[in-house]
């Protein structure tokens, strides 16, 4: 069972660790709002010049964020918090020696900490693990496949091109296990079972590693986090930081997908549609189900751990907000061709109003622009073409109903259905700032949506935490 939680009045940070930002808000543990938020954009990037396929990250630079967005909460609330929630994105991987992964400064009364001993971060972008070499590496027992940017991919292939990497090292985690690790001072770093499944070669259904099957495969098993209930507390800091008292509790990381949705689904019969850069189609499974004993390598739909030993369908796209973002990029260069400039935000609202005023159109687009991880291959097209609808309006209809209709080939209308979805909550900024979209996604899901609630997961894991308060 989780760690409870004192049920005094006071504050819950909750920290989000991201690909390109990192966020921290103050949530008021009595009134359940969020009285102060902060973001910073890291500017992590490493750019590698041996290897295209990496995607690798600064952590110094992830921390220095990180500092910033405290230094920029009120210090009389942070006096007050009573626990801290922290997530970020998954699979990705960053190794650290115990007891010496940070150092601790204190500059002008404030504490706070550091990296050192530290790897650099290998994102859930970094795309070194080809499918030659994942098929080379010892079958899971998982009902989750294993990817490239996977924290076990990512180690077999250290093991295999920079063995000496991992011998410097005694940890491994996320970058949010990394976080909590360091603020409680832990001997070994702790994981929930969000952030392992996302790492691969960890089974949900007993919520242990396969140990032996990794094991067998030469693998450095010394690097595996101990793995925890979703939910539970990993420590409690060690040291006063920005103001939080000394002892403070702080949850073992959770991943910012979980977080994301938890801070706007409120409903059994909710589903979540969130459409940023990419797209995400979800809604919780019964308290009964189970995952299948292995994973189904060309489904769409994949089960993610959630809370209370439940589970999320998912359907994650690669194509969402950055389809129509690629259509403006190109508009844009062949403007330029011409010698116009044109403000990108202008071609945007052309573009939605240009549609708006087209509320139908026989051009057909498949917009798998950038494939899926279920068909690799799939790519985007352009069919029934005719010279009547090669307006503005007609093609950027299309292109939105082409990124919709792709969600509901992965995830039918008629399997919300079946799992008793009454309503679709739209979010995301690609979703909010898109008539055009919005109307698509209207006339494809026969459900009512709800616009306008915020998907933070920033705030989403400070009210698990409070919840459990």
């Not at 589970?311 to 190109?330: D, E, I």
């Amino acid at each position: 069972m989780a760690a409870s939680l004192s049920s005094s009045a006071g504050f819950i940070l909750g920290m989000d660790l991201g690909t390109t930002s990192v966020k921290v808000v103050l949530l008021d543990a009595q009134s359940k709002t969020v009285t102060d938020s902060r973001s910073f954009h890291t500017n992590s990037d490493i750019s590698s010049t041996s290897d295209i396929h990496a995607k690798e990250q600064d952590p110094a630079l992830i921390i220095a964020a990180l500092n910033q967005c405290m230094d920029a909460l009120p210090k009389d609330k942070l006096k007050k918090v009573k626990c801290i929630g922290v997530c970020g994105q998954m699979h990705g991987i960053v190794l650290w020696k115990s007891k010496s992964g940070c150092e601790w400064l204190s500059e002008d009364e404030i504490i706070r900490f550091i990296p050192k001993d530290v790897s650099q971060l290998v994102t859930w972008q970094d795309g070194r693990c080809s499918a030659d070499f994942l098929s080379s590496l010892p079958k899971p027992d998982s009902h989750m496949s294993v990817a490239t940017g996977f924290g076990c991919a990512t180690i077999f292939w250290y093991m295999k091109h920079r063995p000496e990497l991992l011998s410097g090292f005694s940890d491994a985690g996320t970058i949010h296990d990394y976080v909590v690790s360091m603020l409680c001072n832990l001997d070994k770093c702790v994981m929930t079972g969000q952030n392992a499944a996302s790492w691969g070669y960890f089974n949900t259904t007993t919520n242990k590693w396969n140990t032996q099957i990794l094991k067998d495969a030469g693998f450095p098993v010394h690097l595996l986090p101990v793995v925890v209930e979703s939910g539970a507390v990993a420590g409690h800091t060690s040291s006063e930081w920005y103001g939080i008292p000394a002892h403070t509790a702080v949850g073992a990381a959770l991943g910012d997908f979980q977080c994301s949705v938890y801070s706007c689904m409120t409903n059994k019969g909710d589903a979540v549609l969130n459409m940023s850069t990419s797209a995400q189609l979800t809604f919780s499974m019964p308290a009964e189900f189970t995952p299948p004993n292995s994973p189904d390598p060309i489904s769409p739909v994949a089960y993610f751990p959630y809370l209370h030993g439940s589970y999320l369908a998912v359907a994650a796209s690669l194509n969402g907000g950055n389809v129509m973002a690629t259509f403006v990029r190109m508009l844009d260069s062949w403007m330029k061709e011409f010698g116009l400039e044109v403000n990108e935000s202008r071609i945007y609202s052309q573009l939605i109003q240009s549609a708006l005023a087209q509320p139908n159109t026989d051009l057909t687009m498949t917009s798998t622009l950038l494939g899926e991880r279920h068909d690799p291959n799939s790519r985007a097209s352009v069919c029934q073409i005719s010279p009547s609808n090669l307006s503005l309006g007609h093609v950027t209809r299309a292109l939105c109903r082409g990124v919709i209709e792709n969600m509901a080939t992965m995830m039918p209308p008629q399997s919300l259905m079946a799992a008793g979805v009454k309503c679709i909550i739209g979010s995301g900024s690609a979703l909010s700032c898109n008539t055009v979209l919005q109307q698509e996604v209207e006339r494809v899901f026969p459900f009512p949506v709800v616009y306008g609630k915020n998907v933070d997961s920033a705030v989403g894991v400070a009210m698990v935490f409070n919840d459990l308060r």
